[in-house]
């Protein structure tokens, strides 16, 4: 198996939804980045109030320095990973193929149906029925064709990931 095939694979995730995407991203983004702030410490402020009202036991755990350095890398790490999919999911909203034209040029093809928003295919004696939504279809090269419910059309699937996948819109039964 190919490991750029597997890397377009995990990048198809969030390019294929990328509606969706842009939303969970950018919300998260903002809880992901406070947490990862220097002075983010989840349990400093409640200490501080419990020390002023005289409520704090003596005998109550601290977190350690490491622990809290730790947690900021952490969430720092998880932020960044969140801003590409962010990214990931812009660009495919505007149309930019990210993964689809690698995946139509080193895919497998197959035939398929599709119904609505679902393209069903068959690899290997295993039937896919997947989403290809309005907003980001996965059609590559012709992003804008139109294509009828029921229509048989050519797929062309990577060949370890199925999942990931392209309506060929410059070939096949049509």
Same mark, same amino acid.
């Given at each position: 198996?190919?490991?750029?095939?597997?890397?377009?694979?995990?990048?198809?995730?969030?390019?294929? &939804?990328?509606?969706?995407?842009?939303?969970?991203?950018?919300?998260? $983004?903002?809880?992901?980045?406070?947490?990862?702030?220097?002075?983010? +410490?989840?349990?400093?402020?409640?200490?501080?109030?419990?020390?002023?009202?005289?409520?704090?036991?003596?005998?109550?755990?601290?977190?350690?320095?490491?622990?809290?350095? $730790?947690?900021?890398?952490?969430?720092?790490?998880?932020?960044?990973?969140?801003?590409?999919?962010?990214?990931?999911?812009?660009?495919?909203? +505007?149309?930019?193929?990210?993964?689809?034209?690698?995946? &139509?040029?080193?895919?497998?093809?197959?035939?398929?149906?599709?119904?609505?928003?679902?393209?069903?295919?068959?690899?290997?004696?295993?039937?896919?029925? $997947?989403?290809?939504?309005?907003?980001?279809?996965?059609?590559?090269?012709?992003?804008?064709?139109?294509?009828?419910?029921?229509?048989?059309?050519?797929?062309?699937?990577?060949?370890? &990931?199925?999942?990931?996948?392209?309506?060929?819109?410059?070939?096949?039964?049509?």
């Amino acid at each position: 198996m190919n490991p750029l095939d597997t890397v377009m694979w995990l990048v198809n995730f969030p390019a294929a &939804h990328g509606y969706a995407m842009v939303f969970i991203a950018g919300f998260s $983004l903002l809880g992901l980045f406070a947490m990862s702030a220097s002075s983010s +410490t989840p349990d400093g402020a409640l200490r501080v109030v419990r020390q002023r009202e005289g409520l704090l036991r003596e005998d109550a755990p601290q977190r350690g320095r490491l622990a809290g350095r $730790l947690t900021r890398i952490v969430f720092r790490v998880l932020a960044f990973a969140m801003l590409a999919n962010l990214v990931i999911g812009i660009l495919s909203l +505007t149309g930019v193929p990210i993964t689809r034209a690698y995946i &139509h040029e080193n895919g497998t093809q197959a035939p398929a149906t599709v119904d609505g928003n679902w393209v069903t295919f068959a690899v290997d004696g295993v039937e896919y029925t $997947l989403e290809s939504n309005f907003f980001t279809p996965a059609v590559y090269p012709d992003r804008d064709v139109y294509i009828p419910s029921g229509e048989p059309v050519v797929v062309r699937y990577l060949p370890g &990931h199925p999942q990931a996948f392209v309506i060929d819109s410059a070939g096949g039964p049509r």
